[in-house]
């Protein structure tokens, strides 16, 4: 069922829903925006003659070119800035994080984009690599910008959004996730011979969904004036999965050979998800609409709602022992 949705949804034609009157004077940042979606919604916002759009890249000459790239493409300058954040470090994430609070006036929109899709073992700070950078350092940073984010919408009378790039292929690993959850669920990750690598992408896609459904729950647009929300973007051309091994990559480029939109009309839905407002407040959007009935019965019912707060639970703690009261001082 997921991927028919998915399949029939890469033929519509997808809108542009932003445009000046909603990016006009405004101050974005986009996490890996030096390539594929990300550049392309930096270089929208810039076009929509918002005033900021911060670049937030883990190299800085990527991130230069594609700071040049935008301004030769917009024929704006003094817009796009270049900011360090290397996901796969929970101490860059902290430093960046703290740059932001001290140094921008406001953020109306954050794009944590960044993400990898590896198909062979490496490990950052005690983790697979993936699952460091797709969930637990994604989930760090969000949490350390929410407090930011509230401020500004305070200050300037609007609702910021923190936006969370996910994937529907999250949907397709239940049984990879069922196998993962005897025991702890992050340790259960971290096992190298139980570790399906061909799967662990859209399993870590499937582990940064139930996080944020749990984040965006705890942190009400109510309390905080910020609204949480999440993107497919559906499969799009871009530097995604350049990294993976031959029978994987001859795979996933025949597919994006017959389907794959391109990162322009990819970046469409992340547009959507910044001025979908309140209502899309911890929900699933994909096609520039609001997709929740795409969510699997077993991800919405009883069950998936435990695993979504197991999930949480495990990730809050490993975050609480980086950084204590990270988590904690958010409710
Ligand atoms: N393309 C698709 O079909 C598709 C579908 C569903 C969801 N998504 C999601 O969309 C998001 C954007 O991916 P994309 O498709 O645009 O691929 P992409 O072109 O490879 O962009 C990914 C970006 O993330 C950055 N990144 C990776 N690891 C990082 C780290 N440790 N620290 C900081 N930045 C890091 C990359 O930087 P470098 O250039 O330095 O590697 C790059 O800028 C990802 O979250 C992906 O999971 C993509």
Redesign the pocket.
Known sequence: MVMLRLTAEQYQKLPILADESTCSGKTYIV?????????ETARHLVEFSAACVIL????LT?GDNAKKEIERSTGRSGVVQVWH????SSESVETFAKKASAELDRIDGFVA?????NDTWSTAEGMETSIT??VINTLFLGALMLPKLSDSGRKFGMKPTLLF?????GYTVKSEMDKTRQGSIFDGLYDQKRANMSRR?ALS?LLEECAVRQFASLCPVKRTGVIVNMV?????????G?DVGTFTKIMYESVKAMM?RT?EV?SRTLLHGLVAGEESHGKLLSGCKIKEYWVPTWLSNEQGQRLQKDVWNEVAARLERVQPGCISKLS
């Open positions: 996490t890996g925006s030096n390539s594929g979606l990300g550049l937030a890249v883990r190299n990527a954040l290397d996901m796969a984009n960044a993400g990898v899709m950078v797709n790039v996910v994937s529907a292929l992408y896609k497919a973007p559906g499969l799009c051309s871009t530097g995604l350049r794959a990162a990819g």
